[in-house]
């Protein structure tokens, strides 16, 4: 498979699960650099040109609240999950698990093939 | 100014102007936060190229910014903000002397359908020029995205913007004391002021680009540049004669660019900066010594009596032909002077975005 084919489909593969766990990652504050430390140290990298947009978009769908604060005598932009963002992220998660039970069946018949 | 603001700076200009300022100081306190840990990890500060590293994990400011919009099919995000000027000085140049040729029209007594014409024909222009423009913008991204042109972007190549300034600043700073040499010092240091950042050349290629095509299209088709009063005025032969020169130095201002957008650092940039910059002077001494007559008359006698006699001014009866004449040396003047005094400005304005980091620091 082209390397560019490959990108492609890690990329849609990787949108919808970005957004979920960055929504989750939110239940707690964090400005934009924490926050891709955060989840790098837990096994998700995610590049500055994708969160920082990210971020905008779920604020302006009301998904998460910001706010700027001094920190470090820096001036940082907080942000976290909305109570919108709360239950939609719940959604999300039962989605999630569902959907990752029944790939992990379908996956799991085909191993020996692959 | 370092490589992060560079870079934040240059990230700025794309963005959407509603949130620009807001985004942009995000961007930049997450950068100096990050640049901060990395420092205290290391105890040391960064060197450029660790800047660079860094910067090169948040791409292109053209595709960082290109990020932050949405929804806007027609024309990609990452042409978008430099479609969206061109639009607006086309349409806005269209606009200016379709709307002097229809007052002219009303003024002279004008038919309400000879005006319901010239109108009508406003909008079929601008409509033209639009589709035009959309369809050249559309080209670029096309070609910007299949030749990965923003994805081999190297973050060194902004840091010609902050290095030469002190070199340029003391360059200056002697030619004031060596008075009477100051042009050709102010003119070093001017070369050396003026970097060759990759981000503004996109947009000025883009631009020259849309704007050669449309003046020499308005060469060959009036129309586009005399809006209604095309029926009555064509370019005069000497204009004719020179249109070859005209393409030719348009396609070398092109070339030019487009190596500057691809090759930022190729050693023949600064040669070429100097022969524009004296090309101006030609211009100027060629417009002055020039008989100023760009247009001609080809109109019927019944609207040489409308417009023949416009103006009494200065002594002498003036016609259509003789104040578009006019007008049009203005413009070729004003374009001249500011070809030259262009680079005083940049160097002006370098002088004092370094004295505000200065102050700031």
Redesign the interface.
Known sequence: MAPDQFDALRLELRRGCLVMAVLAQLRREHYGYTLKKDLADQGLEIDEGTLYPLLRRLESQGLLVSEWREEDKRNKRFYRLSPSGKSVLKELLVEWHSINAAVDRIVGGTRSVA | MDLIDSYVQSVRLFLPSE?RD??A???Q??L???VE?QQTELGRSLTASEQAALLR???HPM??AA??R?GRNLIGPVIFPIYWQVMKLILGILTATNLASIGLLVVRGGSLPEVGNAVTRFLDNGLEAAVFITLVAALCEWSLSRFKVLERWDPASMQSFARPLRTAERAAHHAVREAGRTDSLVRRALDNAVPPLQVRSVSEFVMLSVFTAWSVLGLTFPTLIFANAASMLDWAPAVDRMFPVIVVVAILALVDQYVRLMRPAAPWLRVSRIVWANAGWVFIVLLAVADHRWVMWIGTPEQWARYGELAVFAGRTWSLVDIVNVVITAILMIVAVFSVIGPCWRLRRAFSRRGAHTAHA
Do not use: N, T, V
Request: aromatic letters at 10%; proline letters at 0%; a negative charge.
């Open positions: 949130q807001d985004i100081r995000e961007l306190e997450d100096r936060s990050q840990d994990q948040y791409g595709l960082m990020r932050y949405r």
